[in-house]
């Protein structure tokens, strides 16, 4: 089956530096990822979608300076968390389409300190 | 604005209960309705919903959309303890893979 990889799994670093989250399809190719946001004990929140060789398209309410989003090929697409701070400790997954099923990656916890 | 809500919110049985987990959306245009389980980490995928009326089944897990009401269920039945987590209702927008997630509920099956 599908399988949709984040790296890290999990992630701590200081305020004030930056995080980067990479999503990646194993098996196939998806020209749309998209990334969530969940806060603990709530659901997914979908920040962005992002498209293979275009800018990513963000959800209202989402900085698109802060969470960079970089889908440079078939397979891969990268969240880059700018400048973070404690408020954007979170668990944050990806997803990718196939056949009209999304395939999610096992998540990325990230925690600032 | 598109919404999707999810009842109730949290849920405790015992095992062997069987559950009903509600799902209800507006959204302009539908394709599909989908429902997961959430454990520890990301959603897995239970059913994917089209069309309105016909049951899915897998196991002691069933499905059913009604595309008139704008709602699903999920019910489970002979609930475990393995059952617990929390089941995310997803409708796709159409034509642009866009999924809108409910709130969730939240499952607790105790032994």
């Known amino acids: 089956g599908a399988v949709v990889s984040q790296h890290p799994s999990w992630v701590i670093c200081k305020s004030g530096t930056s995080v980067k989250i990479e999503c990646r399809s194993l098996?196939?190719?998806?020209?749309?990822m998209f990334w969530y946001r969940q806060f603990p004990k709530q659901s997914l929140m979908l920040m962005a979608t992002?498209?293979?060789?275009?800018?990513?398209?963000?959800e209202q309410g989402v900085e698109k300076d802060k969470f960079l989003i970089n889908h440079a090929s078939l397979t891969l697409s990268t969240l880059t968390v700018t400048s973070a701070h404690p408020e954007d400790s979170s668990f944050y997954i990806c997803?990718?389409?196939?056949?009209?099923?999304?395939?999610f990656g096992p998540g990325t916890r990230l925690t600032v300190l | 604005e598109d919404k999707v809500v999810q009842s109730p919110l949290s849920l405790v049985v015992h095992e062997g209960d069987t559950v009903t987990l509600n799902c209800s959306y507006e959204?302009?245009?539908?394709?599909?309705l989908l429902w997961y389980k959430q454990e520890k980490k990301a959603p897995t995928f239970l059913f994917m919903l089209?069309?309105?009326?016909i049951e899915k089944k897998s196991g002691r897990l069933s499905s059913i959309l009604d595309k008139k009401e704008l709602f699903s269920i999920l019910n489970i039945t002979a609930t475990q303890t393995g059952d617990s987590a929390v089941y995310l209702c997803a409708v796709e927008v159409s034509g642009t893979y866009k999924y809108i997630f409910g709130t969730g509920t939240r499952l607790k099956v105790l032994a």
């Open positions: 098996d196939f190719q998806a020209t749309t």
């Open positions: 089209t069309s309105s009326g």
């Open positions: 959204v302009t245009n539908f394709r599909s």
């Open positions: 997803s990718a389409s196939l056949a009209d099923t999304q395939y």
């Open positions: 992002s498209n293979e060789g275009s800018k990513a398209t963000y």
